[in-house]
């Protein structure tokens, strides 16, 4: 697959923040977000090349939300109502080595900016935790600041605004949930599918490889990989990518979609309204 050639990348400052052909590989994803932090952390004051394609990582709550023990207004995993749809976990501009660029620009995340998202980014991106989210200063924000890579993302995505309108857009246009059921894959309390037959349903749907992560044997988070022109790609398999994963955190040839029941948190029922043909009329760019 071709991929674009790398141009220099912007003199870089801070901001906001394994697969499948024949073998799909499962990472930890507490053990994932914290070497993404990392990479930031190292990243600030260094140049960086320009990043090679996108992945959206989706994650799902059943797997997550089982392990909440302590609620807050803020997780997600608290609400009166389960989740069970995969929600966002980020939008992340990666290189075809397996690592990724992190904090190429200066600019602080302002949530003023993506105000008319709110509602939607509550509802289809909420944090699962109640831990704050750390930036490339070592500051502190909701789960939405965290997302620094949002930077690395030009020229695809300029601006902050357009980083969260085209995931959301990513996500409606490409809907895993439905990808799946359209396959015979169901949310589930105990039920295992095959491995396969969850790959072979996203590929028929999307049109390419999935990336799955797994905990316990069931799936935690899925990736679906994009050019730059935001056309489904192939996840990649790499060296380095496999020298971060143990044997015992591969998916197993039969995984679950576990549901889980939520511990609610007294100020986190309240509803989010979304009317869904405006989420689509406003987020779809084509």
């Not at 709550?61 to 976990?89: M, V, W, Y």
């Not at 797994?214 to 679906?224: A, D, M, N, T």
Request: proline content about 5%; charged content about 20%.
């Amino acid at each position: 697959m071709a991929m674009a050639t790398a141009r220099k990348a912007p003199r870089m400052v801070a901001i906001w923040a394994v697969v499948v052909v024949v073998v799909v590989v499962a990472a930890d994803l507490f053990g994932a977000a914290v070497a993404r932090s990392a990479s930031a952390r190292h990243a600030v004051g260094k140049k960086q090349r320009e990043f090679d394609y996108f992945a959206l990582a989706l994650q799902w709550p059943g797997t997550i939300c089982a392990s909440t023990r302590h609620c807050c207004a803020i997780n997600g995993c608290c609400r009166s109502e389960p989740l069970q749809t995969f929600t966002i976990h980020g939008l992340w501009p990666d290189y075809d080595d397996g690592t990724w660029p992190a904090c190429c620009r200066h600019t602080s995340f302002d949530m003023d900016k993506i105000l008319p998202l709110k509602p939607t980014l509550e509802k289809y991106w909420p944090s699962l935790y109640c831990s704050s989210s750390s930036t490339c200063f070592s500051g502190k924000g909701p789960f939405w600041a965290h997302e620094k890579h949002g930077t690395c993302s030009s020229p695809v995505v300029k601006d902050e605004l357009e980083y969260f309108t085209t995931a959301l857009d990513l996500y409606f246009k490409y809907n895993v949930t439905e990808m799946l059921a359209s396959g015979g894959i169901h949310v589930s309390n105990g039920k295992q599918y095959a491995l396969t037959d969850v790959i072979d349903a996203i590929k028929c749907a999307f049109g390419a490889s999935p990336q799955i992560v797994c905990k316990k044997g069931s799936v935690e988070e899925l990736r679906l990989c994009f050019d730059k022109d935001l056309k489904p790609l192939d996840c990649l398999t790499t060296t380095a990518t496999n020298e971060n994963v143990s044997k015992k955190k591969y998916c197993p040839r039969y995984i679950t979609l576990p549901t889980y029941d939520p511990i609610v948190h007294a100020n986190s029922t309240r509803e989010i309204i979304t009317v869904e043909s405006e989420v689509y009329g406003y987020l779809y760019t084509s």
